[in-house]
């Protein structure tokens, strides 16, 4: 199992970075309106493996 490193997550329609980061966590970015988004991780040791992904609106 890898480490995660280096993230960014991005609106999917404009491409706007949303928020950036290194490591596995919590993401947290301000309120915004969007279709889709997208979760890049950029850099890994091994093979990153993510076990789950939630969203709530705040």
Known sequence: MGNI???RVT???TGAVLASGN?????????TSLTTGTIEITSST??????????YAG
């Open 46 to 55: 091994g093979t990153p493996r993510v076990a789950e992904f939630e969203t």
């Open 5 to 7: 490193g280096p993230w």
């Open 23 to 31: 490591g596995a966590g919590t993401i947290t970015f301000p309120s």
């Open 11 to 13: 609106d999917g329609g």
